[in-house]
């Protein structure tokens, strides 16, 4: 019932066109946290750049960083990196079979390794993400949280009494799709579910239960932008974005530089989990650079080093604001 709905209605997506294990497990990395529509294009870029996990494992880690770029959350890209070499030195290559070596790879969780090896192989093992889990915790009214560890268990054990032992991989997308298209998280389709007869929920849209989020932290974080002879000044992360390249954040202490009285040439607030963080940018005059984490970078290669894209957009912003001043004023006019 299901799989036939499934084969009427269900999404034509490019990592359902192959069980070729390294392009699953790019594709399963990349849907962690981040929306199909926005995965799509950078999954096929990526194969194209980096085909299999030998030129993966070839690359540097700013290339990889570079590939990734506007995907966010750019541990996936480091571990994705460390997990190809680990594939291509101890597996010569190839993607192992068992779930136990592959849950053994950097990043890989239960559902990436479950997925990796029903979507590859084929193998009848249950997969919880997102979509599923809502279509489960309905199906059998779940009441307990989905992210509580009995609301975890609960899900999977139904998951695993749900997949059939052959056909798996068409199984498990169909109740993705299902979340996806019909089970919808406000509003459910209840009248065109293919599976209505089965579902326990006597209110869906309630479902699935949550714990409380922690409260969102508001952070403000202050930088340079320093730009002299068409170089702008960047500065190797080690912390959040680590091995990307940001504008130097501002260390002071005692009296605030004149650029922060002034106050800052550009703003940008955007989410990063459970903090909501300002960006705060300030113009200073060229200075005398750390040059242990610090370089300068000529304007026109920028596009070849990898960039978060919060700093990306401050970069691109204050470039055009500073092309477009007077010469004599280009420092002092964005603001």
Not at 189 to 203: E, G, L, S
Not at 293 to 300: D, G
């Amino acid at each position: 019932m299901l799989v036939n709905w499934y084969r009427r209605n269900g999404r034509d997506l490019p990592w359902r066109k192959t069980r070729d294990p390294y392009a699953v497990l790019v594709s399963e990395f990349m849907l962690q946290q981040t929306r199909v529509a926005t995965v799509i294009p950078y999954y096929n870029k990526w194969l194209r750049r980096f085909p299999d996990f030998g030129a993966l494992a070839r690359a540097s880690e700013s290339q990889v960083l570079r590939a990734w770029q506007g995907l966010g959350y750019y541990n996936r890209a480091r571990n994705l990196h460390m997990a190809a070499k680990i594939v291509q030195h101890r597996h010569r290559g190839s993607l192992p079979r068992d779930i136990s070596s592959i849950r053994k790879l950097p990043g890989v969780g239960s559902y990436t390794a479950n997925a990796a090896a029903t979507f590859a192989f084929d193998q009848p093992v249950p997969i919880i993400e997102a979509n599923s889990a809502r279509v489960l915790a309905r199906l059998f009214d779940i009441r307990a949280p989905a992210d509580s560890a009995i609301g975890r268990e609960k899900l999977w054990g139904n998951a695993a009494h749900l997949v059939p032992r052959r056909n798996a991989a068409r199984f498990n997308s169909a109740l993705i799709d299902l979340g996806a298209l019909v089970c919808l998280p406000n509003k459910p389709q209840c009248n065109i579910c293919p599976v209505k007869k089965f579902c326990r929920a006597k209110n869906p849209e309630v479902l699935p239960m949550k714990k409380s989020r922690p409260r969102t932290k508001r952070l403000i974080e202050r930088h340079a932008f320093i730009v002299s002879q068409g170089k702008i000044l960047l500065e190797r992360s080690s912390t959040r974005w680590r091995g990307m390249w940001i504008l130097p954040p501002l260390k002071f202490g005692g009296l605030k530089p004149s650029s922060l009285r002034r106050g800052p040439v550009y703003k940008l607030v955007f989410p990063f989990t459970n903090h909501r963080i300002t960006l705060s940018v300030y113009a200073h005059l060229p200075r005398t650079i750390d040059g242990r984490l610090q370089r300068w970078v000529k304007i026109n290669s920028l596009d070849s080093i990898p960039i978060p894209s919060p700093h990306g957009k401050a970069v691109r912003h204050l470039l055009t604001a500073l092309q477009a001043a007077p010469a004599h004023r280009r420092l002092s006019s964005i603001s």
